[in-house]
C-alpha cells in the first residue's frame, strides 16, 4: 500500500494535499489572531494559544474535501494551473460559503463574523500562492523515468499499452527485451523504444533509471541476476513488472501473473491481522447505526415515489453470495419493473435498461437504492468496505472466465468497494475482469487506510452522481 501512495502521481498529490493543509491551517490561525486583536485592541500568544481550539481547525478538512470534490487534485488540472485559478478560487469561495453554514450553527464568540471573512480571504490567497509556488518550482514536469522491459513480447505490448492511459505516471518506456525471442513480432512498441536481442545486451547499454521483469518466468541466469543486483547497488530500481503495475494502477494485472505467484504473496496466506478486523466490525455498526439514523427520512420518502411510479414491492429481496459463498439475503429499493426477472431472465443492467423504472434511474444514479444495505452490513452479513455481492448464477459464469475468480469471496462482501471507486459499471464479461483486478488489489492490500480512501473516494463518486 506505501508503494501504491508513493507513486509519482500520488506523491505530487499527496504533496499538493500537505501544501493546502499548511496554507488553510495558517489561515484559521491569523484568522483567529485578528479576532484576538480586534476584542483587546492588542495581541499576545499567550493570549491567542489560550483562546484557540483545535475545533477552530475544523474548517480545514471542510476547504479539503471541497477541493477534493472539484477535482483540484487532479494533476492534469494543475499542470494547467494559470487556466484553473477561476476554478480555484471559485472552489474556495464554494468552501468559505460552506464554513460560513456550519458556523452560523455555533456561539457567535466562537470564530466571529470578522475573523471569519479574514480567515476565507486568506485562505484563498494562501492556498493561490502556493498553488503557483508548487506548479512553477516543485511540481514542473522534470523528464519522465526511463524504464527498461524484460518480458514475453504480448505482456510488453500489454503493458505499454496500460501505461499510455495513465497520464502524470512519469515513467516511459525507453527500452525492451523480448525474451520470446521466436516470435518478435509479438511485442508492438512505438518506435522511440529500442529493442535489444538479449539481456546482456540490454544491461550492458545502461540507458534507462529503471527495470522492470516478468517473474513469472525464470529466464535469468546467475550471472544475469549477479548483474541486476550490481544495477540495484548501483542506484538504478529494479522492479517486479506486475508489482509496478500494480503499484502504477491500483490494480492486479490477471495477466502477467500466474498461481505461483499468488502462492508466494504474502498478502494472501488466508489470515488477516484480528485487530484490523475487529476495529473494521467496530466501524461497520457504528457507521451503519449513524447512517441508517441519518438518512431515516429517506426510508419514508424513497417508498412513496416508487409506489408511485410503478407496481409491485418497495424492497427487492434477493439471494446474494457472502463470505465463503455463503449465501445470504441482501436488501435493496427496487428500481426495475416488478417482473423483470420472469420476462428477461438474469442480465446485467446495461445503459438505457427497459428493465429499469423512471424513479429507479435516478435511485441507482446517486446510489439511494442500496440504502437497505446498511442493515446488511448492521447484521454482519456485509462490511462497509468489500467486493460488492454478486448472485450465484453470475459467480459461477465468471468463475469459469476468470481465474482465481473464487479469491473474491475469501472476505465480506461490501456496500461500497476500491472497485467501484476506481472503475466503471461493468455490464459484461470484459469488464468484471476488469473490476477482479482491482478487487484482487484491495484484497491484497486490505488496511484501515485503504478502506478510508475507499470511502472517501465513494464520496466523491456520489457527489458526482456516477451510476447505472
Known amino acids: 500500500m506505501k508503494d501504491y501512495l508513493f507513486t509519482y502521481p500520488r506523491r505530487n498529490q499527496i504533496l499538493l494535499l500537505l501544501g493546502d493543509c499548511l496554507a488553510l491551517g495558517l489561515s484559521v490561525f491569523f484568522g483567529y489572531?485578528?479576532?484576538?486583536?480586534?476584542?483587546?485592541?492588542?495581541?499576545?500568544?499567550?493570549?491567542?494559544?489560550?483562546?484557540?481550539?483545535?475545533?477552530?481547525?475544523?474548517?480545514?478538512?471542510?476547504?479539503?474535501?471541497?477541493?477534493?470534490l472539484m477535482d483540484h487534485y487532479d494533476l492534469d488540472r494543475h499542470w494547467d494551473l494559470p487556466r484553473n485559478l477561476l476554478k480555484l478560487w471559485g472552489s474556495m469561495f464554494l468552501a468559505g460559503c460552506v464554513v460560513s453554514g456550519l458556523l452560523f450553527f455555533t456561539p457567535k464568540y466562537f470564530f466571529g463574523r470578522e475573523a471569519l471573512v479574514f480567515q476565507v480571504v486568506l485562505a484563498l490567497l494562501l492556498v493561490t500562492l502556493w498553488r503557483v509556488i508548487a506548479w512553477s518550482l516543485l511540481l514542473r514536469k522534470s523528464p519522465p523515468t526511463r524504464l527498461a522491459v524484460v518480458g514475453h513480447g504480448q505482456i510488453i505490448s500489454g503493458f505499454i499499452e496500460d501505461l499510455s492511459r495513465e497520464t502524470n505516471s512519469g515513467i516511459r518506456v525507453s527500452s525492451i527485451c523480448v525474451t520470446d525471442s521466436k516470435n518478435p513480432g509479438a511485442c508492438l512498441q512505438p518506435r522511440s523504444v529500442t529493442t535489444h536481442r538479449n539481456l546482456g545486451e540490454l544491461l550492458q547499454n545502461k540507458e534507462f533509471d529503471a527495470l522492470a521483469f516478468d517473474s513469472t518466468n525464470g529466464y535469468f541466469s546467475n550471472e544475469e541476476v549477479r548483474e541486476i543486483l550490481r544495477l540495484k547497488f548501483e542506484g538504478k530500481a529494479v522492479h517486479d513488472l506486475s508489482i509496478l503495475y500494480e503499484n502504477m494502477t491500483g490494480r492486479v494485472p490477471l495477466t502477467y501473473i500466474d498461481g505461483q505467484w499468488l502462492l508466494k504473496s504474502p498478502e494472501l496466506q488466508g489470515s488477516l491481522s484480528v485487530g484490523y478486523l475487529r476495529v473494521k466490525r467496530v466501524m461497520d455498526m457504528v457507521l451503519s447505526i449513524f447512517f441508517l439514523a441519518l438518512t431515516a427520512p429517506l426510508f419514508l420518502i424513497i417508498p412513496i415515489f416508487i409506489k408511485l411510479d410503478s407496481e409491485g414491492p418497495v424492497f427487492f429481496v434477493m439471494e446474494r453470495l457472502g463470505h465463503l459463498r455463503k449465501p445470504f439475503k441482501c436488501y435493496k429499493f427496487r428500481t426495475m419493473i416488478h417482473d423483470a426477472e420472469s420476462r428477461y431472465g438474469p442480465?446485467?443492467?446495461?445503459?438505457?435498461?427497459?428493465?429499469?423504472?423512471?424513479?429507479?434511474?435516478?435511485?441507482?444514479?446517486?446510489?439511494?437504492?442500496?440504502?437497505?444495505?446498511?442493515?446488511?452490513?448492521?447484521?454482519?452479513?456485509?462490511?462497509?468496505?468489500?467486493?460488492?455481492?454478486?448472485?450465484?448464477?453470475?459467480a459461477a459464469k465468471l468463475a469459469k472466465e476468470i481465474p482465481f475468480y473464487e479469491l473474491r469471496f475469501c472476505i465480506k462482501p461490501g456496500l461500497t468497494g476500491w472497485a467501484q471507486v476506481s472503475h466503471d459499471y461493468a455490464g459484461t464479461?470484459?469488464?468484471?475482469?476488469?473490476?477482479?483486478?482491482?478487487?484482487?488489489?484491495?484484497?491484497?492490500?486490505?488496511?484501515?487506510?485503504?478502506d478510508a480512501l475507499t470511502i472517501f473516494k465513494t464520496v466523491k463518486t456520489l457527489f458526482k452522481r456516477t451510476g447505472l
Open 33 to 68: 489572531s485578528m479576532k484576538i486583536v480586534s476584542e483587546h485592541s492588542t495581541f499576545a500568544f499567550d493570549l491567542l494559544f489560550s483562546k484557540l481550539h483545535p475545533l477552530h481547525f475544523l474548517v480545514v478538512p471542510v476547504y479539503l474535501t471541497t477541493l477534493h
Open 347 to 394: 442480465m446485467w443492467a446495461t445503459e438505457n435498461d427497459p428493465r429499469i423504472t423512471r424513479v429507479g434511474r435516478i435511485l441507482r444514479k446517486a446510489r439511494l437504492d442500496e440504502l437497505p444495505q446498511l442493515w446488511n452490513v448492521l447484521k454482519g452479513d456485509m462490511t462497509f468496505v468489500g467486493p460488492r455481492p454478486i448472485r450465484e448464477h453470475f
Open 429 to 450: 464479461n470484459e469488464g468484471h475482469l476488469e473490476k477482479f483486478q482491482y478487487e484482487l488489489f484491495y484484497i491484497r492490500n486490505m488496511s484501515l487506510l485503504l
